[in-house]
C-alpha cells in the first residue's frame, strides 16, 4: 500500500516491554507487563496545584497575621461612665466582695491594671467627691467609699503582701512657691487623714522649704497645690528639688489646685506624676504613688 505509517510510541504514558520468560508455551505466545504509571504536569496543572495550596495555606495565614496586627493597633479598653456609676454604688453599698467581683469583672474584659487605676478607681473617687459637694452623700459616706475603693488599690498592687507599711504612709503637702494659702489643700488633708495618712503641711511660700523637710524625713508622697498661674515656673523647680533632695528616691509627686484645673497639661509641664480633681480623688492617687514608691 505504500510506505508504513510512522509510529512514536514515546508520546503515550507507558509502553510494554517485552517478558521472555513468558515464551514458554507450544505456540508463539508473548506477553507484556502492565502499563508503568508515569505522570508529568503541564504547566496549567502545575498552575492550579500552586493556586489551591495559595488558597488553602498561604492567604488564612497571611489574614490571621494581619489580624493580630491590627488588634495590637485598636486603642486600649477603658471603663465607661456606666462603670464608674456602678462602682461608686457598689462601695457605698454593703460591706461584701462585689466591688472587687465588679473590677475582677472589668480585668477579665481585657482592661488593664493601669486603666483601672487612671480611669476607674480614681474618676470612682471624684465622682464621690462631687456627690458630697452636691450635698448628696455626707461625709461619713465618702469617706467609707474612698476607704473601700483604696482596699482595692490594697488588692491590686499586693500591699497587703508588705507589712508593716501604714507607718510609711506620710504625705507632706505644700503650697506652691509664692502661693500664700490653698482652701483645697485643706481638703485634701481632711480626706487623707480620715483614709488613715500620717499628714505633714508647708505652707510656707519658700521654694526651698519642701525640699529641706524631705531631706529629712521619710515621705512617699509630697503634693503640691497651685492656684495662680504666674507660679507654675517656680512650682516646676520645687518639684526638681523635692526629687533631688528626698530621702526617699521614687518619691511621688501630685499636684492639686485651680491653676491644675485650667491647665492638665502642666502635670507633665512641672514634673509630677499626676493630679487629682478633689479630696477623694487625691487619696486614691496617693495610695497608686505610694505603691510605686514600694516597688
Request: a negative charge; glycine letters at 8%.
Amino acid at each position: 500500500m505504500g510506505m508504513a505509517e510512522d509510529r512514536n510510541d514515546s508520546d503515550s504514558v507507558g509502553h510494554g516491554k517485552r517478558d521472555s520468560r513468558r515464551n514458554e508455551g507450544p505456540g508463539p505466545e508473548v506477553a507484556f507487563l502492565p502499563p508503568l504509571a508515569v505522570t508529568i504536569d503541564v504547566p496549567d496543572v502545575r498552575y492550579a496545584k500552586l493556586s489551591r495550596i495559595v488558597a488553602e495555606q498561604v492567604v488564612p495565614r497571611l489574614i490571621a497575621l494581619h489580624e493580630q496586627v491590627a488588634s495590637a493597633d485598636e486603642p486600649p479598653l477603658l471603663p465607661q461612665t456606666s462603670d464608674i456609676n456602678e462602682l461608686a454604688t457598689l462601695v457605698l453599698g454593703p460591706e461584701n466582695n462585689d466591688a472587687l467581683d465588679f473590677i475582677l469583672g472589668l480585668k477579665d474584659r481585657g482592661i488593664s491594671l493601669d486603666s483601672l487605676h487612671t480611669e476607674l478607681l480614681e474618676p470612682t473617687a471624684r465622682h464621690l467627691g462631687e456627690l458630697w459637694d452636691e450635698d448628696k452623700i455626707d461625709f461619713l459616706d465618702v469617706t467609707l467609699g474612698v476607704a473601700r475603693l483604696q482596699r482595692l488599690v490594697f488588692v491590686f498592687e499586693g500591699l497587703d503582701q508588705v507589712p508593716g507599711h501604714d507607718e510609711t504612709r506620710k504625705v507632706l503637702l505644700a503650697t506652691a512657691p509664692g502661693e500664700q494659702h490653698s482652701l483645697g489643700s485643706s481638703i485634701v488633708q481632711k480626706f487623707l487623714r480620715a483614709a488613715g495618712w500620717h499628714v505633714w503641711t508647708c505652707a510656707t511660700p519658700r521654694m526651698e522649704d519642701a525640699a529641706e523637710i524631705v531631706s529629712r524625713e521619710w515621705f512617699s508622697v509630697v503634693g503640691f497645690s497651685l492656684g495662680s498661674d504666674l507660679n507654675v515656673d517656680e512650682l516646676a523647680k520645687a518639684v526638681t528639688r523635692v526629687r533631688a533632695q528626698s530621702l526617699n528616691p521614687k518619691v511621688g509627686i501630685m499636684v492639686g489646685g485651680s491653676a491644675i484645673s485650667r491647665h492638665p497639661e502642666w502635670v507633665e509641664r512641672v514634673g509630677a506624676d499626676g493630679t487629682a480633681a478633689n479630696g477623694p480623688a487625691a487619696v486614691i492617687l496617693a495610695k497608686k504613688l505610694f505603691a510605686a514608691s514600694l516597688a
